[in-house]
Antibody, heavy 124, light 109 residues
């Protein structure tokens, strides 16, 4: 079964740091680019970051640029999001989502596999 | 940055009726990079449509997508009880960023 499982969420004070993980199974993780997408309480979806299958291409939303770092370990079938200088407005459910296969452009087939999400709460 | 505006914000219909959801872009979007998602409360989003009109794996054929340029539509031909949810359009653009619409809530009348 194709599956993504996020972990690492929790309560953190403003200015603090947190590292999210996403464990992939059931498919060849190293062949796919990946994304982080978040959803604030009661709000819509917001794309956060993208990483290509080989980590050679990385993109960030302007709202997190300079504070968040996406990375992956293909040997461990894992995706990460290092979040620093956290703000109240970073409070959200964070989802990892599968993107395109190696050799295909981002977004060409949509984000077809999603995890169940992990909750990050930034509050003093 | 391309802004996607979805309408209506809320759509109230009955099972068996036809639903038409709109997604309008602030500038032209390549149809190849326009997708639609369904999200139910407490669940992750589910990909319905990619490339503006191609159904994702396992999506019933009552869901269809159409459009080009700045205007895109998701149509559900005959609503089933499980179709009542929030729907989002999404695009991948030249600025190397994804954007989502704000969502349309499809509720039971």
């Amino acid at each position: 079964e194709v599956q993504l499982v996020e972990s690492g969420g929790g309560l953190v004070q403003p200015g603090g740091s947190l590292r999210l993980s996403c464990a992939a199974s059931g498919f060849t993780f190293s062949s796919y680019s990946m994304n982080w997408v978040r959803q604030a309480p009661g709000k819509g979806l917001e794309w956060v970051s993208y990483i290509s299958s080989s980590s050679s291409t990385i993109y960030y939303a302007d709202s997190v640029k300079g504070r968040f770092t996406i990375s992956r370990d293909n040997a461990k079938n894992s995706l990460y999001l290092q979040m620093n200088s956290l703000r109240d407005e970073d409070t959200a459910v964070y989802y990892c989502a599968r993107d395109s296969k190696r050799g295909q452009p981002p977004g060409f087939y949509g984000m077809d596999v999603w995890g169940q999400g992990t909750t990050v709460t930034v509050s003093s | 940055e391309i802004v996607l505006t979805q309408s209506p914000g809320t759509l109230s219909l009955s099972p068996g009726e036809r639903a038409t959801l709109s997604c309008r872009a602030s500038q032209s979007v390549s149809s190849s990079y326009l997708a639609w998602y369904q999200q139910k409360p407490g669940q992750a989003p589910r990909l319905l449509i990619y490339g503006a009109s191609s159904r994702a794996t396992g999506i019933p054929d009552r869901f269809s997508g159409s459009g080009s340029g700045t205007d895109f539509t998701l149509t559900i031909s005959r609503l089933e009880p499980e179709d009542f949810a929030v729907y989002y359009c999404q695009q991948y653009g030249s600025s190397s960023m994804y954007t989502f619409g704000q969502g349309t809530k499809l509720e039971i009348k």
